[in-house]
């Protein structure tokens, strides 16, 4: 089980924060540091305020020697697919390769209204992720010395010379997610390296994997081909006052954690995480929200991981 470290820096988080983290986590061996793509916060008072998902993955990408790094997941709605494939493949080859890009239609429109970011309707913002994958994939895989065109609805182009270029071979790996039941697994199956299941019991992890399977199916696809993963607030605390100091500190109560992630002792956390993978899930991110307690990330290295 891929053990990746998963944070919200919306909630409050200046670089540096999330420069510790990100340094913790390769320190003690976590197989990615991801940050969501969010300009609002959504409780507390979201000070310092927000920071942008690709200037700082950015900046990562140089202070960092070996973890991957990404988003989970960046909104369709933020930025125009031309200039994201430059900038994502801009800082693939600045981290030398280990970039992953999570692309979904957007939900949250508070954050829009709050930095003019127009919202469409739901089925438009799904044609226009449909429409970015087809952008940001026919750049990314047009030849050296080609050009791309796409006669788009939503983003037509035109003789693109399809640079800049990621480093990795086949281009950054894409990470689709979500609930939806026709449109998100047929996206997943075309399109993605991995689909994710975000805060979703294992159960109903399991039939969101077998929709992309059976999707994979349906257009030739081997469903193997996909990494198939979840994400799941941890809290960990061999003892109950650990848990709890825990808890209060991202304002949750243990028994909610219990009931809607990955919350007690590392035996318990590790059962949990064994559901995941009964259901199909050989990568978990883990939702790190107090993100001043290092020491959280030290216990789940040394008492969670060797056990996986």
């Not at 990100?22 to 409780?43: K, N, Q, T, V």
């Not at 997610?177 to 159960?203: I, M, V, W």
């Amino acid at each position: 089980m891929d053990l990746r470290v998963f944070t919200e820096p919306q909630q409050g988080a200046t670089y540096d924060d999330l420069l510790a983290v990100a340094r913790a986590a390769e320190d003690l061996g976590f197989g990615g540091f991801f940050r969501s793509d969010h300009y609002l916060h959504m409780s507390g008072d979201g000070g310092p305020g927000p920071t942008d998902a690709w200037t700082t993955l950015a900046g990562l990408a140089r202070d960092t020697s070996t973890i991957r790094l990404g988003t989970l997941v960046t909104s369709a709605t933020f930025r125009l697919p031309g200039p994201l494939s430059v900038q994502v493949a801009g800082v693939d080859q600045m981290s030398g390769g280990r970039v992953e890009l999570g692309l979904g239609a957007g939900w949250f429109e508070q954050e829009h209204t709050a930095y003019g970011i127009p919202f469409p309707a739901l089925g438009d913002r799904f044609d226009r992720l449909e429409e970015q994958l087809a952008v940001i994939t026919g750049l990314w895989e047009t030849p050296v010395g080609q050009t791309f065109s796409h006669n788009g609805a939503h983003y037509p182009i035109a003789d693109s010379p399809a640079l800049t270029k990621p480093v990795q071979e086949g281009g950054v790996p894409l990470i689709i997610g979500g609930a939806g039941k026709r449109r998100t697994p047929a996206l997943a199956a075309q399109y993605a390296a991995e689909f994710n299941a975000a805060f979703q019991p294992a159960s109903a992890s399991g039939e969101l994997f077998r929709r992309v399977r059976a999707a994979c199916a349906e257009r030739g696809r081997d469903g193997d081909d996909l990494v198939y993963s979840a994400a799941q607030v941890v809290v960990l605390g061999d003892d109950a006052a650990t848990l709890k100091r825990r808890a209060d500190a991202i304002g949750r109560e243990v028994d909610e954690l219990r009931a809607n992630g990955l919350a007690g002792s590392a035996d318990e956390i590790v059962d949990r995480i064994g559901a995941f993978a009964e259901v199909g899930a050989s990568r978990i991110y883990l939702q790190v929200l107090d993100l001043a307690d290092l020491d959280h990330l030290e216990d789940i290295a040394h008492r969670v991981a060797p056990q996986l």
